[in-house]
């Protein structure tokens, strides 16, 4: 979570103001405030594009704003509650959360979506093939296919049988870990509104005493 209050940036502009104009001062901050929010939160987003591999909408769609008012001019960015317990221990450090998943499922030798993840219900409707069963082979938890003696033989769902003569992995089940990498949430916000916060401003408050007129 980051706050962006810019109240004590701009100190030495508002000084400045003439005092027919001083009534502009609250509302330019304000809207300062969110623009720079709002460039804020675009950075954090590009964070998360960098940090993890190819992720989610959900994932992206998470960096949210509490905008400020006229009133109360700080803005916040933030985690959305659901995605900040999957992000937290990219932040904080600890075990990856999966969430009602029993493990990190890796698809092996089915196609995953275009996050790397698998689609949805791909366990569900695998199961119910009588080839499939979800296990362990050696040291190795996952959704297994049995082979079929019969080359080429296709099962439901028009899927090719397994033909390798030998038990296929088709997703693994792997243990949550323990994060490595930071994200530092909120480093990249602080260096988008530094270096703009003054001109921004002014903007702002040119826009607002031109409107009041």
Do not use: C, H, W
């Given at each position: 979570?980051?706050?962006?209050?810019?109240?004590?940036?701009?100190?030495?502009?508002?000084?400045r103001v003439a005092a027919e104009h001083k009534k502009q001062v609250a509302?330019?901050?304000?809207?300062?405030?969110?623009?720079?929010?709002?460039?804020?939160?675009?950075?954090?987003?590009k964070g998360l594009t960098s940090f993890f591999d190819n992720p989610t909408p959900f994932t992206l769609n998470s960096v949210a704003i509490r905008y400020a008012k006229k009133g109360n001019p700080t803005a916040?960015?933030?985690?959305?509650?659901?995605?900040?317990?999957?992000?937290?221990?990219?932040?904080?450090?600890g075990k990856q959360f999966l969430g009602n998943k029993p493990a990190d499922l890796v698809?092996?030798?089915?196609?995953a979506n275009q996050y790397g993840n698998l689609p949805r219900n791909t366990l569900k409707r695998y199961l119910n093939r009588k080839d499939v069963f979800l296990g362990k082979v050696g040291s190795v938890y996952g959704l297994w296919q049995r082979p079929t003696a019969h080359k080429g033989r296709r099962?439901?769902?028009?899927?090719?049988?397994?033909?390798?003569g030998k038990v296929?992995?088709?997703?693994?089940?792997?243990?949550?870990?323990?994060?490595?990498?930071r994200l530092n949430f909120g480093s990249r916000a602080k260096i988008i509104v530094s270096r703009n916060v003054k001109q921004v401003f002014d903007r702002q408050l040119a826009s607002a005493i031109a409107s009041a007129r």
């Open positions: 979570m980051l706050r962006i209050s810019i109240v004590s940036d701009v100190k030495d502009q508002v000084r509302f330019a901050i304000a809207k300062t405030v969110n623009e720079l929010a709002k460039m804020a939160q675009a950075e954090e987003k916040t960015i933030y985690i959305r509650p659901l995605a900040a317990r999957y992000i937290a221990p990219y932040e904080y450090g698809p092996i030798t089915i196609n099962t439901k769902g028009g899927k090719l049988a397994n033909n390798t296929r992995l088709l997703v693994a089940f792997i243990e949550p870990v323990n994060t490595n990498k």
